[in-house]
């Protein structure tokens, strides 16, 4: 798959696509918002990494083009910390959206889910359909709030693996998240009674695990 990353900051792309370059993925780059346009023009691209703050042309309006022309998904990079900002870059049609500084690792996973975003996940008698962002339970959709709906796509996507606060933290609400951990605990209950009380279980100071077996 081909991954363009445009920052005007050349050490950052430089570390984001040996990254990316590990995990397998054709990395392209880009010093400004023009030379990212063109390489979208000439080139099919999965997914585009664009920092907000570049010369020649800002990262909101390229995705704006990419999304007004392509189905190039679209991930936001920025240093700005305001809801307003995130809403700016959400309504200009970015898939997603990071803050920086951010953990390179914490990025790959956010790509990896954008990139299989088309995908039909399915767990017992849950699905999830990525490309519409809904969850059922059987046949019925389940009224997810945001947070909820992410926390059990991060589930189902590691199913059987033991998952830490802080983990879910980091994906889910971000590494800049400063509020009350215990909100953690507070969402999961209610995903609980919405998706079944057995399927996420609770390891006492380690974290919560989506169970494996099958009934």
Known sequence: MNILIADDEQQ??????AYFRDEGFNVLEAR???????????TKID??????MMPKMDGIEVCKYIKGNSQTKVLILTAKGQNEDEIK???????????????????ILRAKKLMNSGEEIKFRDIRI?????????????LQLTKIEYDLLLVFIKNRGVI?????????VWGMDYDG????VDTHIRRLR????DDIIKTYRGIGYCLEVKED
Do not use: C, H
């Open 12 to 17: 950052m792309v430089k570390i984001l696509s």
């Open 32 to 42: 400004d918002g023009q030379e990212a346009l063109n390489i979208v023009e000439s």
């Open 47 to 52: 997914l585009a990494i664009l920092d907000w």
């Open 89 to 107: 870059a959400l309504n200009g049609g970015a898939d997603d959206y990071i803050k920086k500084p951010f953990d390179p690792r914490i990025l």
């Open 129 to 141: 359909k990525e490309n519409e962002k809904k969850a059922y339970k059987g046949e019925e959709p």
């Open 163 to 171: 998952l830490s606060r802080d983990r879910l933290i980091d994906i």
């Open 180 to 183: 009350d951990y215990r909100t």
């Open 193 to 196: 009674t919405k998706i079944g």
